[in-house]
């Protein structure tokens, strides 16, 4: 019995594998935008709020401060 699990636990393995390689690349991607696009900012904030808090609070963990500031000024500015 234990025999013919093995293949089962490997197709297992490599699918929890593949899942996690695609969520560091997309998360990755994701970061990687966020921080080269302030556009992309805005359209987070609109849509994903949460996920734009946490890129911020990731970066001024990180020591670099002011791109929320930067980024609510701008959009601010962009209203008026």
């Avoid at 929890?16 to 805005?42: C, H, K, P, W």
């Avoid at 904030?45 to 002011?66: A, D, N, P, T």
């Amino acid at each position: 019995m234990a025999h013919t699990m093995e293949p089962l636990a490997k197709k297992i393995f490599k699918g929890v594998l593949v899942v996690e390689l695609l969520g560091i690349f997309g998360a990755y991607f994701l970061f990687n935008r966020m921080n080269t696009s302030q556009d992309f900012r805005q359209t987070m904030r609109k849509k994903f709020s949460f996920i734009l808090e946490v890129y911020y609070k990731s970066i001024e963990q990180s020591g670099i401060y002011g791109v929320r500031e930067q980024d609510q000024e701008r959009w601010l500015n962009s209203k008026n």
